[in-house]
């Protein structure tokens, strides 16, 4: 098993922190799609620094796809689908929390988590120090995300926020699965995302809104 230096590590689970507090203070969608885009290169990086310390090539695969996956193509496919909705759809305009107040309650989420994964013994690996609460904390905010958000595309940035949160958990505590079980999780994600664009384009267009407040109301009690 190979060393890599202790900044290296801490320097990018630092951006990671940065690029998801991103989409909790900001209320446009380019905005989030940019944040989620630098999110996904790090974790690309960081998937190759696990891979270069394992030693596992597959690992570099997995990095690979996740660069040009979530990187590159989640990013035009949610800017392609969404490209003909008005810019009031793509906006955060009214969110059930304030930016300030979520922005906090996001620190308390990354302190909690911390706190957390030291009560778990990790045998002195560096990676999995390092990540795990990082992990856990972009679960968590990607949940606060989806629950403190109005807006129907924030919550489904959300729910990528979420996904990348299970990803760094699972490749720094296992070391990586299976590459085919790995390809086909990618897969999901992808299929996933297309449809949910497409609902959310044409749910638009139906109700004129993407306001899940909105949108509640429109229940038969």
């Known amino acids: 098993m190979e060393t890599i230096q202790p900044d290296i590590l801490t320097i990018s689970a630092a951006i990671l922190l940065i690029a998801t507090f991103g989409v909790v203070a900001r209320r446009g969608f380019l905005d989030w799609l940019n944040a989620y885009r630098l999110q996904s290169v790090v974790l690309a990086g960081v998937t190759g620094i696990v891979g270069y310390v394992t030693g596992i090539w597959e690992i570099y695969i997995a990095a690979a796809l996740t660069l040009v ?22 906006m955060e305009t009214n969110p059930y929390v304030s930016l300030r107040t979520a922005v906090i309650i996001s620190a308390f989420l990354v302190a909690l988590s911390y706190f ?50 299970l990803f760094l958990f699972t490749l720094v505590l296992t070391h990586g699965v299976s590459l085919l079980i790995e390809m086909g999780i990618f897969a999901d994600i992808l299929v996933g995302i297309v449809i949910s664009s497409i609902l959310l384009f044409r749910i638009s267009q139906t109700f004129d809104s993407l306001d899940i407040g909105k949108l509640e109301n429109l229940r038969d009690d």
């Open 116 to 165: 957390l994964i030291q009560q778990i013994p990790l045998k002195s690996d560096p990676v999995a120090s390092t990540y795990l609460p990082v992990s856990v904390a972009l679960f968590l905010i990607g949940l606060f995300v989806i629950v403190s958000r109005r807006a129907a595309l924030s919550q489904v940035v959300g729910l990528l926020i979420i996904e990348n949160g």
């Open 69 to 90: 996956i979530k990187s590159v193509i989640i990013p035009k496919v949610l800017t392609y689908v969404t490209r003909r909705l008005e810019i009031e759809f793509k």
